[in-house]
């Protein structure tokens, strides 16, 4: 089993749409959690931090289930920009050295 | 400059060659990193700097030779490399403390391709 898992899409909504992603992880022990996004041929950019009680920036909303293991980020009304690939990241340890990045799952919006 | 500079964006390298790759921070940070991405595949961590000290080699071939002068520049050495090594090659930097993990950000990545 892979120690971060993202469904890999594409995921292909119209403009307005509400759209969802998990990511599982297989470590009981990770501490940190995080959503970049990235778009084609760029750098990840972080989106948000997941913290233990769920947290929301505008569109976005992150939750964590520590429970079943996995992270999800929800974006509303999405826009056409929203398209990009995202990223769950996972600390395994308390310590910036043990980062796993999921593959990435990618979003399309259609007109 | 703000953020996190890499130089060169674009490199076209024969196997026989020696080439370094550049980062800079200019967030105040205290760890760097390398990562390499290929197509199709996640991100792979490299190396990890803290405190201009190396904590992690993630198994990385002995032709990737990192090196970390002060907390705000990087460098990779590459030499004798494969064209398996192509990839797209990201720093990052992030305020790292021990026990807390803070958010890395990147720099815009070197692409690089081996002939």
């Known amino acids: 089993r892979k120690e971060v898992e993202q469904d890999p899409g594409p995921f292909n909504v119209p403009e307005g749409a509400t759209v969802a992603f998990n990511c599982t992880y297989s470590?009981?022990?990770?501490?940190?959690f995080f959503w970049y996004r990235q778009d084609c041929r760029k750098e990840p950019k972080l989106l948000m931090s997941?913290?233990?009680s769920g947290n929301e920036d505008g569109r976005f909303t992150a939750q964590l289930n520590r429970a079943s293991q996995y992270i999800s980020l929800l974006i509303r009304d999405s826009k056409l920009s929203d398209s990009a690939t995202y990223l769950c990241?996972?600390?395994?340890?308390?310590?910036?050295?043990?980062?796993?990045f999921g593959s990435g799952t990618r979003l399309s919006i259609r007109p | 400059e703000t953020g996190v500079t890499q130089t060169p964006r674009h490199l076209v390298m024969g196997m026989t060659n020696k080439k370094s790759l550049k980062c800079e921070q200019h967030?105040?940070?205290?760890?760097m990193y390398w990562y390499k991405q290929s197509a199709k595949k996640p991100l792979e961590l490299m190396f990890v700097?803290?405190?201009?000290?190396?904590?992690e080699n993630n198994s990385v071939p002995s032709r990737f030779s990192p090196e970390c002068p002060n907390s705000s520049h990087l460098f990779l050495h590459l030499h004798t490399l494969q064209p398996e090594d192509s990839a797209l090659y990201l720093c990052?930097?992030?305020?790292?403390?021990?026990?807390?993990?803070?958010?890395?950000?990147f720099g815009p990545g070197t692409r690089l391709t081996v002939t």
């Open positions: 997941v913290y233990s």
């Open positions: 990052a930097s992030s305020q790292d403390r021990t026990g807390t993990f803070y958010e890395q950000y």
């Open positions: 990241v996972v600390n395994a340890y308390s310590s910036a050295s043990k980062i796993i």
């Open positions: 470590n009981s022990a990770s501490q940190s």
């Open positions: 967030l105040g940070h205290n760890a």
């Open positions: 700097y803290s405190l201009e000290e190396r904590v």
